[in-house]
């Protein structure tokens, strides 16, 4: 089992920055590539980012494309989703996510982080 804990989220004013991290225990972290999702409410869960498990290949919705960075620090176990230029439709509750290498699913997830950004 993997273990995740999400951290980092409050409020801001449009246009300010926030970083969120995500430390993971439990399995072999490198093994797993990771994700952030988000559920805003009344909303469907979306995909917010995602990186490899080396860190060498990402992937982001359009929505947050140029202004949100995922990475991963391997050796302190720990994803981050850096969120610049915040929208008060980025609010939402923000979910990291561990990636099944054998299901292929993320099978993992973070109890979850509180975004507001306001007008």
């Known amino acids: 089992q993997v273990q995740l804990v999400e951290s980092g989220g409050g409020l801001v004013q449009a246009g300010g920055s926030l970083r969120l991290s995500c430390v993971a225990s439990g399995r072999t972290y490198s093994w797993y590539a990771m994700g952030w999702f988000r559920q805003a409410p009344g909303e469907e869960r979306e995909f917010v980012a995602a990186i490899s498990n080396s860190g060498g290949v990402t992937y982001y919705a359009d929505s947050v494309k140029g202004r949100f960075t995922i990475s991963r620090d391997n050796a302190k176990n720990t994803a981050y989703l850096q969120m610049n230029g915040l929208k008060p439709e980025d609010t939402a509750v923000y979910y990291c996510?561990?990636?099944?290498?054998?299901?292929?699913?993320?099978?993992?997830w973070g109890q979850g982080t509180q975004v507001t950004v306001s007008s």
């Open positions: 996510a561990a990636k099944n290498p054998i299901r292929n699913e993320y099978d993992y």
